[in-house]
């Protein structure tokens, strides 16, 4: 199993962007040093308070020249939001300067603020994903290419430079709803699982659509599994959770509110808030809830949700890798 860690270039209140990007650097270059397989970025845009990262193939060049060994991954771009011959040339670009260690993850983010800020209508997403992923496969993979879609139209164009690694880096894509599992199993590519807006019991059923849609649509073998877990390590469970606990309700309480207006508001912003409910009250008002947040507060001794404690698990959810969000 490939050990990943996962940020978002954290830009809390109180924080001043150089420091923040100087500190999110750094935890990048002691990953490689600590013996992580691979770094994975985020993207995120207009969420003042929680993150710098809203230029990753930027921060992926930084990095590459940064190290020589660990793996660099987009977790994700968000592919409505990108113009394809641009996005086609950049990650082709960093593919070169890190000599062939980019992993490139691609989805559509269920944060309105996203799409509102770059006048994108969100319905609209889904086709853009699909056309601009099309495109850049072209890009990649075709000396020439012409497109006539819906949002791009392209004629004998020639995208330089191709990648590094061919046909292109490894794809992955991002799933976050029911329906969107299924979709990736039936693209044949791996998927991408972040566990925070989807209750652990809710994974196998999800993941179950993944590959029972991979194998009808015919790919072979069976489609990997990157599950991205937040952990803090600490001699003692109790420890842990007092000193993650501010910082994770923080969180739970920015995407609860950068969700709300969403197409995921009924689903997620309710769990969301129940687990900082939970929390400010100190006690569960049910057992599913003390679980929610005692595995977004895990501690040293027990780091890892149920679904990847034991081989056996871990076989059963098909997990090939597991990021930890720093």
Same mark, same amino acid.
């Given at each position: ?83 394809? +011959?641009?996005?086609?040339?950049? *990650? ?43 495109? +850049? *496969? ?20 020639? *995208? ?158 098909? +997990? ?7």
């Amino acid at each position: 199993m490939e050990i990943g860690l996962f940020t978002e270039f954290q830009s809390p209140p109180g924080m001043d962007e150089a420091q923040a990007f100087d500190e999110s650097l750094a935890q990048m270059t002691a990953a490689e040093e600590l013996g992580f397989d691979s770094v994975w970025l985020a993207e995120i845009h207009f969420q003042k308070g929680r993150s710098v990262l809203s230029s990753p193939l930027v921060i992926a060049t930084a990095i590459a020249a940064r190290t020589r060994r660990v793996r660099i991954g987009i977790a994700v771009q968000i592919l409505p939001l990108a113009h394809p +011959l641009h996005l086609a040339e950049d *990650v082709a670009t960093v593919d070169h300067l890190s000599k062939g260690r980019l992993d490139f993850g691609m989805g559509r983010s269920g944060l309105p603020e996203h799409y509102e800020g770059f006048n994108v209508p969100h319905s609209e997403s889904r086709e853009r994903f699909n056309e601009t992923l099309e495109i +850049l *496969v072209k890009a990649w993979t075709e000396e020439r290419f012409t497109h006539e879609g819906k949002y791009f139209q392209y004629r004998n164009v020639c *995208v330089t430079p191709k990648p590094f690694q061919k046909p292109h880096p490894p794809l992955r894509v991002a799933a976050t709803t029911q329906e969107t599992y299924a979709i990736v199993g039936r693209m044949g590519v791996p998927i991408f699982i972040a566990v925070r807006t989807t209750p652990i019991s809710d994974l196998e059923r999800f993941i179950g659509g993944y590959h029972e849609a991979w194998r009808e649509a015919g790919h072979p073998g069976r489609g990997e599994v990157s599950l991205i877990v937040p952990v803090y390590l600490t001699e003692d469970g109790r420890q842990a959770r007092e000193e993650a606990r501010a910082s994770t309700m923080h969180f739970f309480r920015s995407i609860a509110e950068a969700l709300s207006r969403g197409p995921r508001r009924e689903e997620a912003v309710p769990r969301l808030l129940l687990a900082v409910r939970v929390d400010e009250r100190g006690r569960a008002d049910s057992p599913p809830a003390r679980a929610r947040l005692d595995a977004a507060l895990r501690g040293a001794r027990n780091p890892a949700p149920p679904v990847t404690r034991s081989p056996q698990q871990r076989e059963r959810f098909g +997990l090939d890798s597991r990021s930890c969000r720093s």
